[in-house]
């Protein structure tokens, strides 16, 4: 599918982008080159059965550990690093007015 001038222009002006002509001509070639590799896919005839997948689903599946539950902060500790805090909570200045 050809790109022309136009086309960019339009598009551009649907993203309320402001271009110049220069910008114009480069992303016109730039629509181009990847609207060309797009009928490069377009031409591949490929079936699921054809198919083989890149990478496994869960690669290295033994890999994976257990979860085991370790010590963490007590909330002392935790609130101890706290600019504020009130009654065993994080205190954080409100956001949404």
């Not at 993203?15 to 114009?24: D, G």
């Not at 490069?40 to 979860?67: C, G, H, S």
């Not at 600019?83 to 954080?92: A, I, L």
């Amino acid at each position: 599918m050809a790109i022309t001038p136009e086309d960019v222009a339009y598009t551009a002006k649907l993203a309320r982008l402001e271009l110049t002509e220069e910008e114009l001509e480069r992303f016109g070639r730039d629509l181009a080159r990847i609207s060309a590799h797009v009928d490069q896919l377009a031409e591949v005839k490929a079936t699921a059965a054809d198919l083989t997948p890149v990478l496994p689903l869960i690669p290295n599946a033994e890999a994976l550990r257990d979860d085991v539950t370790l010590p963490s902060l007590s909330r002392d500790q935790a609130l101890s690093g706290a600019p504020d805090s009130d009654d065993g909570f994080f205190r954080v200045p409100k956001v949404i007015g």
